[in-house]
């Protein structure tokens, strides 16, 4: 817990610089979607990645791992390897719920995000003693695919949600 400390400290600073001299210059529910958004990338780069700044003074010398075999632990029954597709498609579920509606663009452009988004991570994994793997970054784009069709049917919801959080509120002074 202590390696990780610093990284925390890092991104509750960031929090702090982007939403609280912004939290008055856009409706209730795009801060609530941008704050939900925030944890959720905060929550990924803590699975993925963290720690980092305790580790930096390892990464020059890093060795890079790759594994450029789609599945291939599954196909050799390598380890937890349907565990491990299953919470990377996890992972990224909310990224195909959550991110379409904060930039209002649709599937294909959502998938491409999911892909960028997957690819940095697998490629900074080596740095920090993980292996990059072509099948999470698959799984990742699989579940942020399925994420984006879940949230179909939640867009009209969360709309009305969305409108009423925006509402002006009366302040009642007695």
């Known amino acids: 817990m202590a390696s990780v400390l610093p990284d925390l400290l890092v991104q509750a600073g960031i929090f702090c610089l982007l939403f609280l001299p912004n939290r008055h210059k856009c409706a209730r529910s795009r801060r609530l979607l941008s704050g939900v958004l925030y ?3 905060c929550a990924v780069l803590g699975l ?7 580790r930096l003074s390892y ?3 890093h060795t890079f791992s790759a594994n450029l075999r789609p599945f291939r632990d599954l196909l050799h029954g390598w380890g937890d390897s349907v565990g491990q597709i299953l919470l990377n498609v996890l992972l990224f579920l ?5 991110l379409p509606r ?5 599937f294909l452009v959502t998938l491409l995000q999911a ?3 997957s690819a940095a991570i697998e490629l900074l994994q080596p740095f920090f003693d993980r292996t990059c793997d072509i099948t999470d970054l698959i799984t990742n784009v699989v579940g ?5 069709l879940i949230g179909l049917p939640l867009a009209q919801p969360l709309r ?4 009423r959080l925006d509402r002006p509120t009366k302040n009642r002074h007695r």
């Not at 009305?160 to 409108?163: H, N, P, S």
């Open 160 to 163: 009305r949600l969305g409108d």
């Open 102 to 106: 904060w930039t209002g663009r649709g």
């Open 94 to 98: 909310p990224f195909g719920v959550l």
């Open 59 to 61: 990464v020059p010398a």
């Open 144 to 148: 942020c695919a399925w994420g984006y």
């Open 115 to 117: 892909a960028a988004c």
């Open 39 to 41: 944890v959720y990338f």
């Open 48 to 54: 993925t990645l963290l720690p980092v700044l305790s």
